[in-house]
């Protein structure tokens, strides 16, 4: 393949990544959106390489019970009007709008955005506001514990100001969809990189592993999207100081999904720790299940930040099944059936 190709491995960036001298990799910008960018704006030959089957990775008010989801019973928790807590987060989130572009962190990082964030809520009095930050901030897992910036990250002025664009039949996916038609055969579906090696003379010679078998592409430059975990990284053939970085690195899992019955048509559930500060669930949880208006339909998100158990497509089965099922044995509500988790992951 033609040496003025940039190679875009599929995925979602949280900053810039350096490999040696021969790759580097921008902020904040996703796979899909940085190939459809350089091949139509910046006229440049691309080629995504994407481990999935298809583009884009991460894509009413009903009535709301407090569950403890370890036990199924009702938890203690009593919301509060967030407004004012919102407004005192508001006044700290704004005072970092160096954020709105990715970690471009000044030297040195100020010392709120260190803290974990329960002590962030502590000190600034942010606890009514805590269903609104675990709406947005859940699959940082323990929030807790969670570092104020990446919290920051997730819930902070672009969502403060109602800064989204939506498509207009509210379907993420037709992004993608309408981007994965763009490219067309600028994308290998079903391929990562096995080996990859920078020649002397700056090229990018890389194996990569198609579900038709092993193909060779030469790049100038590449894009590197995919989170920059050390097992990720390694086919790159990394030095022992990037190596050491990439380990520090980690990632959570985050399932969502569709499951029938076990909770009543109009409710949802929201997931409230007893004895936990905050009511904050710890790792690993289901976040909520939601009513999704259709009779016996629920949504949900399951996190965890270790991976174990929902590293698998069974094992979140198992365990948002687990979660579903105990509020049926401690009879919080008065449903029949056995409730079971419907959809594909």
């Known amino acids: ?58 894509v009413d008010t009903y009535n709301t019970r407090y569950i403890d989801l370890r036990t199924g019973k009702p938890s203690a928790f009593v919301p509060q009007d967030p407004t004012a807590a919102l407004g005192a987060f508001a006044a700290q989130a704004y005072q970092y709008p160096y954020l709105v572009d990715g970690y471009s962190l000044p030297d040195p990082v100020p010392a709120d955005l260190l803290l974990p964030f329960g002590d962030f809520v502590k000190k600034y009095n942010l606890a009514a506001a805590i269903p609104t930050f675990l709406r947005f901030g859940s699959n940082l897992g323990n929030m807790n514990t969670a570092t104020t910036l990446y919290v920051l990250m997730n819930f902070g002025i672009p969502q403060l100001a109602n ?72 086919p790159f ?35 409230s720790a007893n004895g936990s500060p905050y009511y904050l669930p710890g ?26 158990p929902l590293n698998t497509e069974v094992g979140a089965t198992v365990f948002t099944t687990a979660q579903l099922v105990s509020m049926t044995l401690a009879k919080t509500f008065n449903v029949q059936g056995v409730p079971k988790v419907e959809s594909d992951f």
Not at 26 to 50: C, H, I, N, Q, W
Not at 283 to 308: C, I, R
Request: proline residues 4%; aromatic residues 10%.
């Open 1 to 58: 393949m033609s040496v003025n190709r940039v190679l875009c491995l599929g995925g979602i960036l949280a900053g810039w990544v350096t490999l040696g001298t021969c790759g580097v990799a921008p902020p904040t910008y996703d796979g899909t959106y940085a190939a459809v960018r350089l091949r139509e704006d910046f006229k440049k030959s691309v080629l995504v390489v994407e481990k999935s089957t298809v583009l884009g990775g991460h």
């Open 163 to 234: 800064d989204y664009l939506i498509t207009s039949r509210h379907d993420n996916s037709e992004l993608y969809r309408a981007a994965a038609k763009l490219l067309g055969k600028d994308v290998l579906y079903s391929s990562t990189v096995k080996d990859a090696e920078c020649t002397a003379r700056g090229t990018h010679v890389l194996k990569i592993k198609t579900k038709d078998g092993t193909q060779t592409v030469y790049a100038k430059k590449l894009l590197i999207t995919i989170p920059p975990t050390k097992d990720n990284m390694n």
């Open 237 to 271: 053939n990394p030095t022992d100081a990037e190596a050491k970085l990439y380990e520090k690195f980690k990632y959570g899992t985050y399932w969502t999904g569709l499951v029938r019955g076990g909770i009543p048509d109009g409710i949802s559930v929201q997931n």
């Open 283 to 308: 790792s690993p949880y289901v976040e909520n299940f939601d009513f999704t208006g259709v009779p016996g339909l629920h949504s949900f998100h399951a996190v965890s930040t270790d991976g174990f």
